[in-house]
């Protein structure tokens, strides 16, 4: 089966231009969230959905981030205009609502770098 | 302000000997708590994980603690193994079923051979 699917892996790219990550989640699983990893806050939800549906989206850092779902198989998170402080990496993260453990199956993950 | 605390950025421990990671909480809504570990260049994976209602859970050489009057959870690896070198996340969720995780900022664990 395949997991959580990324892209791209590691996006380079310069102050003030728009940045597009993607997620493929694992069929089946209703909920789909988006983390960002680094050293000083760890891994932070900026936002998740349920059935395509935005249910939090209070961890968007501001105005500049938004994400979509516009279908059961694919979200996207976007950055616009990008700064050097969202360096980071961004995982995307999915689970099946029936499993009452609240196990997240992560994605490996895009390596972000704003320069 | 953290809701959920790993206080200990890193650990290093010999092989063959215990490895306690610790976690404390603010929230006593959260009703589920999770350990995942995280290699570089990879996404985190799932460890273990313990219901608000158990005080212990266990698989194979991890075991995890809970202790809801402290709110303090502990994961426990005997014996260590160098192949346990990896960042621990600790999470807890809330909300239920319909919720989300909430993540510790991690330890770096290092096991010595």
């Known amino acids: 089966d395949a997991g959580v699917i990324q892209s791209p892996r590691h996006e380079v790219t310069e102050m003030g231009q728009e940045v597009t990550l993607r997620c493929k989640p694992i069929s089946g699983h209703n909920s789909l969230f988006w983390y960002r990893q680094t050293m000083m806050r760890g891994l932070e939800l900026l936002i998740y959905?349920?059935?395509?549906?935005?249910?939090?989206d209070s961890g968007m850092p501001e105005d500049r981030f938004s994400a979509k779902m516009p279908n059961a198989s694919f979200s996207t998170l976007k950055i616009q205009p990008s700064e050097p402080r969202d360096s980071a990496v961004y995982f995307c993260a999915t689970l099946r609502r029936t499993a009452n453990t609240g196990e997240l199956f992560f994605g490996e993950g895009s390596r972000l770098t704003v320069l | 302000d953290q809701q959920v605390k790993q206080n200990s950025p890193s650990l290093s421990v010999q092989e063959g000997r215990i490895s306690i990671l610790n976690c404390d909480y603010t929230?006593?809504?959260?009703?589920?708590f999770l350990w995942y570990k995280k290699y570089p260049a990879e996404g985190p994976t799932f460890l273990i994980s313990?219901?608000?209602?158990?005080d212990k859970n266990e698989d194979g050489r991890f075991t995890v603690f809970l202790n809801k009057s402290a709110k303090h959870l502990s994961l426990h690896i005997v014996p260590s193994q160098p192949g346990d070198s990896a960042v621990y996340f600790c999470a807890a969720r809330y909300g239920g079923s319909q919720g989300n995780l909430i993540f510790g900022k991690g330890t770096k664990l290092s096991v010595k051979p």
């Open positions: 959905f349920n059935n395509n549906v935005p249910i939090d």
């Open positions: 929230n006593s809504m959260f009703d589920y």
């Open positions: 313990i219901s608000s209602i158990k």
